[in-house]
T-cell receptor, first 112, second 111 residues
């Protein structure tokens, strides 16, 4: 079993839709959580960190559920430009080097 | 300001050839990470430097992989006797504290 798991999708949604992705992690000692966006043939770019209380940045909302060991990303009012792969990443646990453990990524396609 | 840069952006190698991939981190960033990303997968950790010290190399897949950062800035990832399974994108990331900033990657194809 992988340490961080995501549904690879693809998620195909119309413009304006709300879409949610989940990501589960296995190491209960994990300390920090992130969502990265990766466009085709580009590098991952930090979308947002995920805080215990949940956090929002415009149309994007991230939440952490430590009891069930998952993080989520909600995108409201999807835009064509949101089409990308969304990677969840987890840091911490037994290692203190700061390395990120990534999920496989979830592909989102927003259609007109 | 300038981000993380990597060179070459693309590399085609014949099986058995040695390759060297370079990473120029953001100036002043203490931490530097190397990741390998296979097609359709998320990045996988290879190794970590804090300044010039390699503190974690647990992700290096074999002893054919070697990384260095001798002066605490530029880093080089070397792969000896490349194999077809080494074909991937090699990403470098640097970090001042928590957030990691990725370079554009080197796309390696081993024929």
């Amino acid at each position: 079993r992988k340490e961080v798991e995501q549904d690879p999708g693809p998620f195909n949604v119309p413009e304006g839709a709300t879409v949610a992705f989940n990501c589960t992690y296995s190491n209960s000692a994990s300390q920090s959580f992130f969502w990265y966006r990766q466009d085709c043939r580009k590098e991952p770019k930090l979308l947002m960190s995920v805080y215990s209380s949940g956090n929002e940045d415009g149309r994007f909302t991230a939440q952490l559920n430590r009891a069930s060991q998952y993080i989520s990303l909600l995108i409201r009012d999807s835009k064509l430009s949101d089409s990308a792969t969304y990677l969840c990443a987890v840091k911490g646990g037994s290692s203190n080097t700061g390395k990120l453990i990534f999920g496989q990524g979830t592909t989102l396609q927003v259609k007109p | 300001g300038a981000g993380v840069s990597q060179s070459p952006r693309y590399k085609v190698a014949k099986r058995g050839q040695d390759v060297a991939l370079r990473c120029d981190p953001i100036s002043g960033h203490v931490s530097l990470f190397w990741y390998q990303q296979a097609l359709g997968q998320g990045p996988e950790f290879l190794t970590y430097f804090q300044n010039e010290a390699q503190l974690d190399k647990s992700g290096l897949p074999s002893d054919r992989f070697f990384a260095e950062r001798p002066e605490g800035s530029v880093s080089t990832l070397k792969i000896q006797r490349t194999q077809q399974e080494d074909s991937a994108v090699y990403l470098c990331a640097s970090s001042p504290t928590s957030t990691q900033y990725f370079g554009p990657g080197t796309r390696l194809l081993v024929l």
